[in-house]
């Protein structure tokens, strides 16, 4: 059975770095015909796509973030990660790692647990 | 970017109600349209993709119809697990988009 997990921490100070990883099992990143995402949901709020990877390294970034994001990914650990740089209050949220429908259809088709990350000094 | 926008943002419904929920693209997705179910502290779960086929699992009262930019989420049957936050999300192109949610709550 897939589960993705994400893992980091919660809190991060204004201006500073927020790095996360997602470990996935029950599923091979190098293997698998999907992409793997992360989507954030601020406290009360809606969805928002971060970005995606593949295994290959390839990555798609949500341009309203493009300038602060880097996913990556590292088959060895069966593992990707998300960096967001200069962070603000507005970055306070629930993170989810998620994996992308196979075969290239871009539908969220599973969801880790999240964690939620506080922005605050 | 493509606006996803969901109508409406709450429904207040009683058991065993038909449930309709409505989401528009702001330009053709043609059928690249996901529908998710969150549950208060939960993660979302997937429930119909292309816009139609049920995901493995999935009770068959819901049901999704639509194509172009109008689609619709229906619940032929509302059941007690079924009051939560629905979104839809398109994956026509580039960044991936989802609706503003629809809470259905119980009448």
């Known amino acids: 059975q897939l589960q993705l997990q994400e893992s980091g921490p919660g809190l991060v100070k204004p201006s500073e770095t927020l790095s996360l990883t997602c470990t996935v099992s029950?599923?091979?990143?190098?293997?698998?015909?999907?992409?793997w995402a992360w989507v954030r949901q601020p406290p009360g709020k809606g969805l928002e796509w971060i970005g995606s990877?593949?295994?290959?390294?390839?990555?798609y970034y949500n341009p309203s973030l493009k300038s602060q994001v880097t996913v990556s990914v590292d088959t060895s650990k069966n593992q990707f990660s998300l960096r967001l740089t200069s962070v603000t209050a507005a970055d306070t949220a629930v993170y989810y790692c998620?994996?992308?429908?196979?075969?290239?259809?871009?539908?969220?088709?599973?969801w880790g647990q999240g964690t939620l990350v506080t922005v605050s000094s | 970017d493509i606006q996803m926008t969901q109508s409406p943002s709450t429904l207040s419904a009683s058991v065993g109600d038909r449930v309709t929920i409505t989401c528009r693209a702001s330009?053709?997705?043609?059928?690249?349209l996901a529908w998710s179910q969150q549950k208060p502290g939960k993660a979302p779960k997937l429930l119909i993709y292309k816009a139609s086929t049920l995901e493995s699992g999935v009770p068959s009262r819901f049901s999704g119809s639509g194509s172009g930019t109008e689609f619709t989420l229906t619940i032929s049957s509302l059941q007690p697990d079924d009051f939560a936050t629905y979104y839809c999300q398109q994956y026509k192109s580039y960044p991936l988009t989802f609706g503003g949610g629809t809470k259905v709550e119980i009448k």
């Open positions: 029950g599923d091979s990143i190098s293997s698998s015909s999907s992409y």
């Open positions: 990877v593949y295994h290959s390294g390839g990555t």
């Open positions: 330009q053709s997705i043609d059928s690249w």
């Open positions: 998620a994996r992308l429908g196979r075969g290239g259809y871009n539908f969220v088709a599973y």
